[in-house]
């Protein structure tokens, strides 16, 4: 099992920016692949952005593509989701997630969930 702590969420401006800290642990952590979804209200989980440990490979979701980076500390089992030009639709509630499969776009295959951030875009 692997025990995800998310961080860095708030309100913010639009076109502002923020970055998302999520802290790792578990003896395993190292297997797995470490992904971002998020949640709007009356909408699905949604798959952001995924890395994995190994070699640092990265996943973007359509939504975030060219506007977010996802990078990890192997060191301090750190994984970070930058956001930029921030818009009031990237609104949602963004959790940390830990899986077995890449890339890890659905989270049926997703084991292990944080328990979120809340991100907060005004317009």
């Known amino acids: 099992q692997v025990h995800l702590v998310e961080s860095g969420g708030g309100s913010v401006e639009a076109g502002g920016s923020l970055t998302l800290s999520c802290a790792a642990s578990?003896?395993?952590?190292?297997?797995?692949?470490i992904a971002w979804f998020r949640q709007a209200p009356g909408k699905e989980r949604e798959f952001v952005a995924g890395i994995m440990w190994s070699d640092s490979m990265t996943y973007y979701g359509d939504s975030v593509k060219g506007r977010s980076t996802i990078s990890s500390d192997y060191a301090k089992n750190m994984v970070y989701l930058q956001m930029n030009s921030l818009k009031p639709e990237d609104t949602a509630v963004y959790y940390c997630a830990a899986g077995s499969r890449w890339p890890p776009t659905e989270h049926q295959f997703i084991h292990d969930w944080g328990q979120g951030t809340q991100v907060t875009v005004s317009s």
């Open positions: 578990g003896r395993t952590v190292n297997r797995y692949v």
